[in-house]
């Protein structure tokens, strides 16, 4: 075979092949490689080949690119025809104050998108920097970047690992793969093959790029170097996937297309009664259609949403979740599934002792996580007569362990193995002393564990000339090694294997790992350790069962999202029988039915439809599993958030309608690609967070519903002066001024209101609801009527009461606002009385606003440069009389519509019915 035929062979057999299922002498042979590594001219001619070890960047837009993209979007189009049309007017001030919005919003989008397609390039710094090899028989340390497939890489505890690779020989390697797999505890490594169709976290054979070595030692053969290894996939998966519109810039790009065609309906009917029914010249009726678009466009929604929105994300600070996009904090109010991790989001990701079996007891043990609170039950009800076996058995786990607790004030940092953690914590809380015992016994020999032996050994010396041999392992391994258990009394009881089984699948059933303890006395004369003294005449001392308990606040808050209406999915790298009793704990599906990733990977399109809907624990899930699922979630429409933290998590957090990552244990590759980010690593922050989305779009939809009449009203005045054949009441200026300052007073009180009472307590909206419902077109008819009838009266009566066309027009004006004013009272609640207690009270920005308008309005009347830039004239003080006449009754009208929609309305059966579109209140 020629060297180009070659080299491609190793090229295809790299991307291709399922390393983990070949023997060595397969793995060998297909890699071209041996034991001595490959030489420096293969080297150099593999680099050619594969590239460097690294993730490529992939091409990026320029910033100019990314700027006008944010433009793309129809309402603010239609901002910006506002802005050019009223440009030709001539009125620079007002199409500088619209175009100043546009740019305001464009450049939010633009910082936040900057800041999201970060997330590629945090997943690439987390590729390791140095790596001893093998070359040319000689051991080096190079750059990670230089590696190719085919070289001998070594490995020790607290490397990361520099590409993916298969083991060779290992001594007792253990590495962590929680941001890869999900995985809660650090795996035990092996050599040998599995079956090509093994899901990634259970091959045992093989160590990923990106992960971390906590204990042991290795010899690996590289297998695939940048973006062909496991990280470099995520990390492309990543970059393909389409990152969703929320529902909140989804209905507002529906609004604005919808409203775009109603102000071009109305403008063309305008234009075409004016110069076919009245006569008038089509020069007049063009600028007559002009303000009625003009009138039509509320200029002021963009701002009114951000600033919404913005506030939205102080009061989330405040509950510990970071929002990074803007329309994020609403898209949590929209969610109808949550999809959560379960490692360190509902869990502790802290092992804790739950039980400890002894010959003459089973004790429970309270308290969770690393801390030294709670206690062993029963340790301490005969203080004269303790259960010796128990307390061996947890100077077993205290002696025959690697790790290390250190506590200080703000919080407990672990070196080492989790559930050797948690045995030191168990024994703290059994009242041993860690330091003085150590000291006490000190260890003479040990045998690490290994996945072959299943177990760990110590020798032990005190100054009272005695030896003894502690073990601790795999219960069925410990099992065989025993003839004896240790009871109460210290005394030796013969082995009934099966009691201790039932034992140990009692706990499997309840999602908990078991470790078995073990010792034999030793004559101190013995220095060394070898495996036949540790793998005969053992005393079983018990057992101890281990999990990563689920939060306490989780809990709580999976209840608060069921009683929402949010189904809650838990989706995790760990064990299915793990997963599904946590499941049971936190209320999440049955504790019966679940679902791996490997059964996943089976079924077809239709099948993962329905599963998605059915199933609420989903186990041993790769990332493209994950988001497959979510994926699958959003084409049943539903509106979809992802929690997570590790690498693996990061293609789905980009997927999903809300990306939420984990602050403190997240990696900073989930962090990028989520949209939040929990400060606190809590579930429970998720539920408040939800309770603060629904409230901001209730306001919003408060805020919509209060300024459109306002446009509604103006256009319909203008199409009736058209009709009627007179002077314009407004003119376009003046419904730019009363659009704006409306805007930024009165709708922007309604952005600080509270949330409504049973906010949690109501289905999710429909993802289909757009923002145009029955309810909100008929407010908006019923309230621009009013305006329409009001401000028309007005106008006509100063007309004919001999006042100018200035003060008829400043008059008019003044009616549209002061109809805004009581209508605002109204706004505070979609259905609740205004004037119960609750509809009076609860927001003191509303009378504020009001006062503020007020005083805008007598300088838009009184002052003379308001008179040069408006065109408007002074009023007689019974005028305002006159004005407040006519729109009080606005105020009473609406509350009677609201009494009949409270007494008739059917009660709500779905977000769509008529009293829930309106969303509470």
């Given at each position: 075979m020629d060297r180009k035929s070659r080299k491609q062979e190793v090229s295809n057999n790299t991307v291709h092949t399922a390393w983990h299922s070949l023997s060595q002498e397969s793995l060998l042979s297909k890699l071209e490689a041996d034991t001595k590594g490959l030489s420096t001219s293969e080297v150099e001619r593999r680099r050619a080949q594969f590239g460097e070890n690294r993730l490529p960047a992939p091409p990026r837009r320029g910033p100019l690119k990314r700027l006008l993209s944010q433009f793309n979007n129809m309402l603010i189009h239609v901002l910006i025809v506002a802005g050019l049309i009223t440009l030709a007017l001539g009125q620079w001030l007002d199409a500088g104050v619209i175009f100043a919005v546009v740019l305001v919003n464009a450049l939010i989008g633009f910082i936040q998108e900057g800041r999201a397609e970060q997330a590629m390039d945090s997943i690439r710094k987390m590729m390791s920097t140095r790596a001893r090899v093998l070359r040319d028989g000689q051991r080096q340390e190079l750059d990670a970047t230089e590696l190719v497939p085919g070289d001998l890489v070594a490995l020790e505890s607290g490397d990361r690992v520099p590409a993916d690779a298969r083991l060779l020989s290992l001594k007792g390697l253990r590495t962590d793969e929680s941001s890869l797999t999900g995985e809660s505890v650090p795996i035990d490594k092996d050599t040998g093959p599995v079956e090509e169709q093994t899901p990634l976290g259970d091959r045992l054979g093989m160590v990923w790029s990106g992960t971390l070595v906590v204990a042991g030692r290795a010899q690996a053969l590289v297998v695939a170097t940048g973006n062909h290894t496991e990280l470099g996939r995520i990390s492309t998966a990543a970059e393909q996937t389409t990152q969703l519109a929320t529902p909140l810039l989804q209905r507002i790009e529906r609004f604005g297309r919808q409203l775009t065609v109603i102000i071009l309906i109305l403008a063309a009917i305008t234009f075409a009664l004016g110069t076919q029914v009245q006569g008038e010249t089509a020069v007049d009726m063009f600028f007559a259609a002009v303000g009625l678009a003009v009138a039509a466009i509320p200029e002021g929604l963009p701002a009114i949403i951000t600033i919404t929105l913005a506030l939205g994300v102080q009061t989330m600070a405040h509950r510990n979740a970071i929002v990074r996009r803007l329309p994020a904090v609403e898209a949590l109010g929209s969610v109808t599934v949550i999809c959560s991790d379960k490692t360190g989001t509902l869990t502790r990701n802290e092992m804790t002792v739950r039980s400890i079996a002894t010959l003459s007891q089973q004790a429970q043990v309270s308290g969770a996580g690393y801390t030294l609170e709670g206690k062993i039950e029963g340790l301490e009800d005969n203080p004269r007569e303790p259960d010796k076996a128990l307390l061996e058995l947890l100077q077993a786990g205290l002696l025959c362990n690697d790790s290390h607790i250190q506590h200080t004030d703000n919080e407990t940092r672990i070196s080492g193995d989790p559930m050797e953690a948690a045995l030191l914590v168990v024994a703290a809380k059994g009242g041993l002393d860690g330091e003085a015992l150590r000291d006490h016994w000190?260890?003479?020999?040990?045998?690490?564990?290994?996945?072959?032996?299943?177990?760990?050994?110590?020798?032990?010396?005190?100054?009272?000339?005695?030896?003894?041999?502690?073990?601790?392992?795999?219960?069925?391994?410990?099992?065989?090694?025993?003839?004896?258990?240790?009871?109460?009394?210290?005394?030796?009881?013969?082995?009934?294997?099966?009691?201790?089984?039932?034992?140990?699948?009692?706990?499997?059933?309840?999602?908990?790992?078991?470790?078995?303890?073990?010792?034999?006395?030793?004559?101190?004369?013995?220095?060394?350790?070898?495996?036949?003294?540790?793998?005969?005449?053992?005393?079983?001392?018990?057992?101890?069962?281990?999990?990563?308990?689920?939060?306490?606040?989780?809990?709580?808050?999976?209840?608060?999202?069921?009683?929402?209406?949010?189904?809650?999915?838990?989706?995790?790298?760990d064990h299915l029988g793990t997963a599904l009793a946590i499941g049971r704990q936190l209320g999440i599906g049955d504790g019966k039915n679940g679902l791996t990733g490997k059964d996943f990977d089976t079924l077809n399109t239709e099948e993962i439809s329905q599963v998605a809907q059915k199933t609420d624990v989903f186990a041993r899930f790769s990332p493209d599993n994950k988001l497959t699922l979510v994926k699958a979630l959003q084409q049943a429409r539903e509106v979809v958030a992802?929690?997570?933290?590790?690498?693996?998590?990061?293609?789905?957090?980009r997927r999903a309608d809300v990306g939420v990552a984990m602050g403190k244990s997240g990696t900073e590759a989930a962090r990028e690609a989520a949209e939040i980010v929990l400060a606190d690593d809590n579930f429970a922050s998720i539920a408040g967070a939800v309770k603060t989305g629904r409230a901001i779009y209730d306001n919003i939809r408060k805020s919509l519903l209060f300024i459109l009449p306002t446009n509604g009203g103006q256009a319909l005045l203008i199409l009736a002066a058209v009709?009627?054949?007179?002077?314009?009441?407004?003119?376009?200026?003046?419904?730019?001024?009363?659009?704006?300052?409306?805007?930024?007073?009165?709708?922007?009180?309604?952005?600080?209101?509270?949330?409504?009472?049973?906010i949690m307590q109501r289905p999710p909206r429909s993802p289909q609801e757009g923002i145009f419902t029955p309810f909100l077109v008929w407010r908006v008819l019923l309230v621009s009527t009013l305006v329409l009838a009001a401000t028309f009266w007005i106008f006509r009566y100063h007309q004919q009461a001999g006042f100018s066309l200035e003060q008829s027009r400043t008059a008019a004006v003044n009616t549209v606002i002061a109809a805004q004013v009581f209508y605002l009272i109204n706004c505070r609640h979609l259905l609740l009385p205004v004037f119960s207690r609750a509809g009076l009270l609860g927001n003191p920005w509303v009378p504020g606003a009001i006062g503020l308008i007020l005083l805008l309005q007598w300088g838009f009347s009184y002052l003379p440069f308001m008179h040069q830039l408006f065109g408007t004239g002074a009023l007689p003080g019974n005028s305002w009389l006159l004005i407040i006449m006519v729109t009080l009754p606005l105020l009473f009208i609406v509350e009677l519509e609201k009494w009949l929609l409270r007494r008739f309305s059917p009660r709500p059966k779905s977000p769509q019915s008529p009293r829930e579109s309106v969303q509470g209140g």
């Open positions: 000190q260890r003479v020999d040990h045998i690490p564990f290994e996945s072959e032996n299943r177990y760990m050994a110590t020798l032990d010396h005190n100054p009272e000339g005695q030896g003894r041999i502690l073990v601790k392992g795999a219960p069925e391994r410990i099992m065989e090694m025993c003839q004896h258990a240790m009871d109460g009394n210290g005394g030796n009881a013969p082995l009934d294997k099966q009691h201790w089984q039932d034992l140990v699948d009692s706990f499997a059933r309840e999602g908990r790992r078991t470790l078995a303890f073990a010792m034999k006395i030793q004559d101190q004369t013995q220095a060394t350790l070898q495996q036949q003294d540790a793998e005969q005449g053992l005393v079983l001392l018990g057992l101890v069962a281990l999990e990563d308990p689920p939060r306490d606040e989780a809990i709580e808050a999976v209840r608060q999202c069921h009683a929402a209406g949010i189904r809650v999915k838990m989706i995790t790298g992802m929690t997570g933290d590790g690498v693996n998590d990061s293609p789905a957090l009709m009627a054949g007179m002077a314009l009441p407004v003119t376009p200026v003046q419904i730019l001024w009363v659009n704006m300052v409306t805007a930024v007073t009165l709708a922007l009180a309604l952005t600080m209101e509270p949330p409504e009472p049973g």
